[in-house]
T-cell receptor, first 115, second 108 residues
Framework: NAGVTQTPKFQVLKTGQSMTLQCAQD?????MYWYRQDPGMGLRLIYY???????DKGEVPNGYNVSRLNKREFSLRLESAAPSQTSVYFC??????????????FGSGTQLSVL | GIQVEQSPPDLILQEGANSTLRCNFS?????LQWFHQNPWGQLINLFY???GTKQNGRLSATTVATERYSLLYISSSQTTDSGVYFC??????????FGSGTQLTVLP
């Protein structure tokens, strides 16, 4: 099993360009998340999908859109990139069942720079 | 949403020392996890612990849900323990909120 796979690992954009970050998990998880991490700060939730077919805003959704394409895939789109969106982006997934040991698993991250 | 506070923000130890990291949260939770982010940025899940006590080698964690805090203990610290430790919680919504982390540096 690959776990949570994010692409690309690195990306440089010019202000105003658009791009999509891809995320896929092969653990049959129902919930998926996009976080951003800025230097010296924790992880802030951008958007999440509690289950296939649903998406909800997190703490910092402005400037982003998401698509839960199917149970495995959850993409994050920047329509018009801004320097303030320079950050490391993490995708994560979890299986919420109400049972014990519901652990969150992370992808390896995407380093995005917007010039 | 639920607020999460971690302390201390920074901690420097000599190898072999013990440490305690704290996570306070503002409301009832049904999911609480501790993570370690290594110097390469990788996030590793250490514990799922919404209540009670768990141990894994030199690491252990305790959550007192009624008092809304969790503690992560690191004993006999090693240089490989360096990195950032995060606590994350969720309440009724499936929204996991992270604290700002504790930056741990273990000196040889």
């Amino acid at each position: 099993n690959a776990g949570v796979t994010q692409t690309p690992k690195f990306q440089v954009l010019k202000t105003g360009q658009s791009m999509t970050l891809q995320c896929a998990q092969d653990m049959n998880h129902n919930s998926m998340y996009w976080y951003r991490q800025d230097p010296g700060m924790g992880l802030r939730l951008i958007y999440y999908s509690a289950s296939e077919g649903t998406t909800d805003k997190g703490e910092v959704p402005n400037g982003y859109n998401v698509s839960r394409l199917n149970k495995r895939e959850f993409s994050l789109r920047l329509e018009s990139a801004a320097p303030s969106q320079t950050s490391v982006y993490f995708c994560a997934s979890i299986l919420f069942t109400g049972a014990t040991n519901e652990k969150l698993f992370f992808g390896s991250g995407t380093q995005l720079s917007v010039l | 949403g639920i607020q999460v506070e971690q302390s201390p923000p920074d901690l420097i130890l000599q190898e072999g020392a013990n440490s305690t990291l704290r996570c306070n949260f503002s409301d009832s939770v049904n999911n609480l996890q501790w993570f370690h982010q290594n110097p390469w940025g990788q996030l590793i899940n250490l514990f799922y612990i919404p209540s009670g006590t768990k141990q894994n080698g030199r690491l252990s964690a305790t959550t007192v849900a009624t008092e809304r805090y969790s503690l992560l203990y690191i004993s006999s610290s090693q240089t490989t323990d360096s990195g950032v430790y995060f606590c994350a919680v969720s309440g009724s919504a499936r929204q996991l909120t992270f604290g700002s982390g504790t930056q741990l540096t273990v000196l040889p």
